[in-house]
């Protein structure tokens, strides 16, 4: 119990909330308004991206969704991304579904090659025979 209590409360540090900065240009013809979003990673990809498969495993255990973008990216695109197989492999069996496109159409296959991710490109593309 202490450590969930601990692991909850490093997730919580990790977490940021997103900031707006609202800006307005005017010139003598028209008023333009440039609102700017500053984006964070959630404490469970953060997990995925530094390799911690303890917090992932316990973070998965607390209820977090596998499937949840952050960024627009889902976690299992993350594990691909930085060739976390043994993290990916937990992903896909708490039910992380990989065909999942981003807004430009890429999924975690893309990643994976797009970042020369050997081993988790090796494991999706056996997962798709």
């Known amino acids: 119990m202490k450590k ?8 919580m540090a990790f977490s940021v909330s997103t900031l707006n900065a609202k800006n307005v240009i005017s010139n003598s013809s028209s008023t333009v ?4 979003k500053k984006s964070t990673v959630s404490p469970f990809c953060m997990s995925i991206v530094k390799g911690d498969v303890e917090t ?8 977090v969704s596998v499937n949840k973008t952050s ?3 889902t976690p299992a695109m993350y594990a691909a991304k930085y060739n976390r197989l043994e993290i990916l492999k937990i992903l896909v069996e708490n039910g ?8 430009k159409g890429e999924t975690a296959e893309n990643f994976a090659k797009a970042s020369n991710a050997v081993d988790t490109l090796a494991y999706i593309r056996g997962l798709d025979s």
């Open 4 to 11: 969930s209590v601990v692991i909850v409360a490093i997730a």
């Open 33 to 36: 308004e440039v609102v700017s």
């Open 56 to 63: 992932v495993k316990k973070l998965i255990d607390l209820g």
């Open 71 to 73: 960024n627009g990216l």
């Open 96 to 103: 992380a579904k990989l065909d999942v496109k981003t807004d």
